[in-house]
């Protein structure tokens, strides 16, 4: 009799973690939080698309604002159910940041022990201010881990974000780029592109990511 998880049994593919960690403070109220939400429902529908991807991405979501929150552990596309956010608070981003590096190495614990192959992880954070908290200890722990290869950190900055704060935070290599407008369905849809060509191939390949057309990154 198969020993393991449930979840891993009945679908034992490769998985492909994605941590989406959103900004939902008071700045975000309006249409930017309202576009952020037509965006979640517009990945989910695309990666449904794919039979590979609907098995092999998984996604969880973390918001920070009023306060720092876990609302989607990770789940496959399948059972992932797009939460209604709303923007209230300040922008702890230093404290969401080691909540998603803690929630990813819980997650990698998981996938070994039930004997799942995982493709690198991705962490991808959208946000339109600078953090209220702490933040350089975070910083610090985020960029060691992307130099030992544990994961690939992404920022989308929304307009009114503090792009020099945001450039300090990320990984040298892949700094923050700000999106167009509040067009966060393309956004989405380019992280579904990206998340496809992932779990299409073997976990350790090179894959090349599709253009992001959806901003620009400033200098």
């Known amino acids: 009799m198969p020993v393991g998880l449930p ?8 998985r ?52 720092v929150k876990l609302v989607q ?21 230093g404290q969401a940041i080691n909540y998603a590096l803690d929630l990813l190495e819980q997650r990698k614990t998981t996938y070994k022990s039930n004997g799942i192959q995982y493709y690198r992880p991705w ?15 975070a910083s610090k722990r985020l960029q060691e881990a992307e130099q030992a290869n544990k994961l690939l950190f992404f920022t989308a900055a929304v307009e009114g974000a503090d792009m020099d704060t945001l450039s300090y ?26 998340m496809k060509r992932v779990s299409s191939g073997k976990v350790g390949d090179v894959i090349v990511l599709p253009p992001v057309g959806w901003g620009q990154i400033t200098t």
């Not at 989406?20 to 249409?31: A, C, H, K, Q, V």
């Not at 935070?169 to 990206?194: A, E, K, Q």
């Open 123 to 137: 962490v991808f954070m959208i946000t339109d201010g600078a953090p209220t908290d702490m933040w350089k200890n």
């Open 7 to 14: 979840e891993f049994i009945e679908n034992p593919e490769n």
């Open 16 to 67: 492909c973690p994605v941590i989406l960690l959103l900004d939902t403070s008071r700045s975000m109220s309006g249409p930017p939080i309202e576009e952020l939400n037509r965006g979640l429902m517009a990945f989910k529908e695309d990666l449904l698309r794919d039979t590979q991807a609907s098995l092999s991405v998984e996604v969880a979501i973390i918001q920070f604002g009023k306060t």
């Open 73 to 93: 552990d990770f789940v496959t596309v399948d059972e992932f159910s797009p939460p209604n956010l709303r923007a209230d608070g300040l922008t702890p981003m």
């Open 169 to 194: 935070i990320t990984p040298p290599d892949r700094p923050p780029v700000m999106l167009n407008g509040l067009d966060f369905s393309s956004l989405f849809i380019w992280l579904s592109g990206s």
